[in-house]
Nanobody
């Protein structure tokens, strides 16, 4: 059974950093593209970052490019999202998702975690 569990969210202040974790079970993260997405209040879900399976390429969405880094630890079967210099506009629920093709379009992903809340105070 494929399962993704996010953690690491919380309440932080403007300028702080966070590391979000996406722990996978039922499949190997080395064999799947894993993406991070977020849904801000009143907005559509958007892609933050994705790491491909085969060639380890990384792609970043416009909203957090330069302030986010995606990485993968195959020994722990976990994908991380490092967020830096957070702003109140980054507040939202952050989800990880897995599928075979690396894309920032959330509709392409079959497997999803339950999300972790990130709140950035002014």
């Amino acid at each position: 059974q494929v399962q993704l569990v996010e953690s690491g969210g919380g309440l932080v202040q403007t300028g702080d950093s966070l590391r979000l974790s996406c722990a996978a079970s039922g499949f190997a993260v080395a064999n799947y593209a894993v993406g991070w997405f977020r849904r801000a209040p009143g907005k559509e879900r958007e892609g933050v970052a994705v790491i491909s399976a085969s060639d380890n390429n990384k792609y970043y969405g416009d909203s957090m490019r330069g302030r986010s880094t995606i990485s993968r630890d195959t020994a722990k079967n976990t994908v991380y999202l490092h967020l830096n210099n957070l702003e109140p506009e980054d507040t939202g629920v952050y989800y990880c998702a897995a599928d075979l093709v690396a894309t920032l379009f959330f509709t392409a992903y079959e497997y999803w975690g339950q999300g972790t809340q990130v709140t950035v105070s002014p």
